[in-house]
């Protein structure tokens, strides 16, 4: 079942223009926020339990709550709509047709930590989501809900729409703050946090746009309301983008806990063709993998994931039917995170590569026996060891390619040629 | 051919509160349409930002060029939901439609073709995109008919 509170106006026509977000009752929840003390407004997100969506799940009001109020320097927001983990395309249906809720949320969360100037960091790829969010800009301001003295309030708020330029490593929250300073986007060393010292040397608050974009909804109906979706500890719905082998692929907004056979098979229509679901990447393409006996015996909340040995993550599901070679999809992931490192770490910039090197040889069926452990003996120093977790993302589905499908990776050892399509494998020669 | 229009960089503050270099950049590219290494001298003559520096980050991200690139960008998603549900089948009709590998671009400067990591959309899974256009869903027959769209409409805008 989806509940649609996030999506609740995807279906309005011209949705993202300001004349139909206001008659949707848009521009409200803003108004009762800056009625609330900004402690009391903090509260309210920390009661209501929301979690980051970027893909760590962190207490979004906790987040808030450690920048400190008093600051010399100014504290800025960062919006990451970078967006460019593979299987996820939640946020860009957000900027596309309801770019709106995404301006408001960005009011409330000023309002709450006093920060007067936001940035939105929008993944250089984006075309329609990116125009209609810089329409929407222009239409808030002109309308004086951005700007100077918002509301008569005495209180200023800047947007700026920062486009990206194309690099996966400038969604982590520090590789963003460098890349919006104009450098490259190598991630910084934690501590300091971004909520102390972030962008341009101010504490900083970096949120997902469908975090931000929960908070309009939060404010206008309340933390109880809010709880009344989802699990205890998973309070809430979320959007998950779903692609690969199902009838239906989409973004679905549903409540947290939400079996995921429901997902699967009945909202996205079952696996395509009739077929069987081999495999099932539940959070995009950096969690571990679920076979699909697996999958169809979880729940899609934070904890029950984590109890399945996977991640939520940002919510993009990746089907995979019986006829696909995960040796082939592993190789297609690793390809990805060689090229993203940005390689400041050693066992991150190696590691990756490694990877990738090893599972193109395994797919091309030139592997040898012992080059499974050599596997798994790459991804355990590459996990905890680096800057930012990057190494970890592209690690953890490595890991468990090889030990859940252990047989089909054995299976193209010496083989000569992929066992599952019984052709020489194509990616030596494919351009990379 | 590099377009003359004069482009000003003076206000560039590398690291400064503005973070102006990868702005200046995108500019760069959209007026010419690939970064040139007169461009990047422009901008380290007028700004003051050191060369490596201006080299390093354009270097960095995906999204600049360095040669002179066709009229019209075609990129073929490669990314997983891409790849499992026939990218491969698209790109070849490409290679064929267009007559160029992966990177390259047309004799006749209209077209430039790019394999890509995951564009966003993948519940339209293959897919690619031709300048800002999307085209989702695809098989490789209808690659034909799309490509013709842009040679028809020769003088398609260059976009970054
Ligand atoms: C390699 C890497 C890529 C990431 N990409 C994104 C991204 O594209 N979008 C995003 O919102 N968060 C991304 N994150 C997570 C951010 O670092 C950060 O946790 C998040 O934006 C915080 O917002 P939230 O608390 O609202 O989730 C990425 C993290 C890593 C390590
Ligand atoms: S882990 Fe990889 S991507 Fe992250 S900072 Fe280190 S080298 Fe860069
Ligand atoms: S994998 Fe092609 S758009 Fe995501």
């Not at chain 1, 390809?335 to 599972?359: I, M, N």
């Not at chain 1, 091309?364 to 060891?385: F, H, P, V, Y």
Request: with cysteine; proline share 5%; net charge neutral.
């Amino acid at each position: 079942m989806e509940v649609k509170l996030l999506t609740r106006n995807f279906d309005r026509p011209e949705s993202w223009t300001l004349d139909a977000y206001e008659k949707a009752g848009g521009y409200r929840a803003w108004k009762t926020a800056f009625a609330l003390e900004p402690e009391a407004l903090i509260q309210l997100v920390k009661d209501s339990g929301l979690r980051g969506r970027g893909g760590a799940g962190f207490p979004t009001g906790l987040k808030w709550s450690f920048v400190p109020k008093e600051s010399s320097s100014p504290k800025y927001l960062c919006v990451n709509a970078d967006e460019s983990e593979p299987g996820t395309f939640k946020d860009r249906y957000l900027l596309e047709k309801d770019p709106h809720a995404v301006i408001e949320g960005i009011l409330i969360c000023c309002w709450a930590v006093g920060i007067h100037h936001a940035y939105i960091y929008v993944r250089g790829e984006f075309g329609l989501p990116l125009f209609r969010l810089r329409d929407a800009v222009r239409e808030a301001y002109a309308k004086g809900y951005l700007g100077h003295d918002v509301d008569g309030h005495g209180f200023d708020l800047e947007v700026t729409v920062h486009r990206g330029g194309g690099a996966y490593i400038c969604g982590e929250e520090t590789g963003l703050i460098e890349s919006l300073e104009g450098k490259k986007g190598q991630p910084r060393i934690k501590p300091p946090f971004p909520a102390v010292k972030g962008a341009f040397g101010g504490p900083t608050v970096v949120n997902n746009v469908e975090t931000i974009t929960t908070l309009p909804w939060i404010v206008e109906h309340g933390a109880a309301e809010y709880r009344k979706f989802g699990t205890e500890k998973s309070p809430g719905t979320k959007l998950f983008s779903v692609s690969g082998h199902v009838v239906r692929p989409g973004v679905y907004e549903i409540p947290l806990g939400l079996p995921c056979k429901e997902l699967v098979y009945d909202l996205c229509g079952g696996i395509s063709g009739g077929r069987t679901m081999k495999a099932n990447i539940p959070g995009g393409s950096s969690v571990p993998v679920l076979t699909g006996a697996e999958a169809e015996a979880v729940n899609l909340d934070y904890e029950s994931l984590a109890a399945a040995g996977t991640m939520l993550g940002s919510g993009g599901m990746i089907v995979l039917d019986d006829e696909t070679c995960m040796v082939w999809t592993l190789a297609v992931l690793e390809k990805f995170y060689a090229h993203e490192s940005c390689g400041q770490c050693t066992p991150c910039r190696e590691g990756t590569g490694w990877l990738r090197d090893l599972v193109y040889r395994l797919e091309a069926g030139g592997g040898k026996s012992c080059d499974l452990e050599t596997i798994l003996s790459i991804t355990r120093n590459m996990m905890g060891t680096t800057i930012c977790v990057l190494a970890d993302a592209a690690a953890m589905p490595a890991a468990s390619f090889v030990q859940k499908f252990r047989g089909e990776f054995e299976a193209h050892v010496g083989a000569g040629h992929c066992p599952m399509r019984r052709r020489p494998a194509h990616f030596l020669t494919a351009a990379h | 051919m590099i377009s003359h229009r004069k482009l000003d960089f003076r206000t560039l503050h590398f690291g400064g509160e503005e973070g102006k270099l990868i702005p200046a950049l995108q500019k760069v590219q959209e007026t010419d349409g690939y970064i040139s290494r007169e461009r990047i001298l422009e901008i380290h003559r007028q700004s003051g930002v050191p060369l490596s520096q201006i080299y390093g980050v354009a270097t960095f991200y995906a999204q600049f060029r360095f040669h002179p690139v066709g009229k019209n960008i075609v990129r073929v998603c490669h990314g997983t939901a891409c790849h499992v549900s026939g990218a491969k089948g698209i790109t070849e009709a490409l290679e064929e439609e267009l007559g160029v590998a992966n990177g390259e671009t047309t004799p006749d400067r209209q077209f430039t073709l790019d394999t890509v990591s995951c564009l966003g959309c993948c519940s339209l899974a293959p897919v690619i995109m031709i300048n800002n256009d999307t085209y989702g869903n695809l098989l490789p027959k209808q690659i034909k008919k799309i490509v013709k769209g842009y040679r028809e409409a020769a003088g398609g805008v260059v976009q970054p």
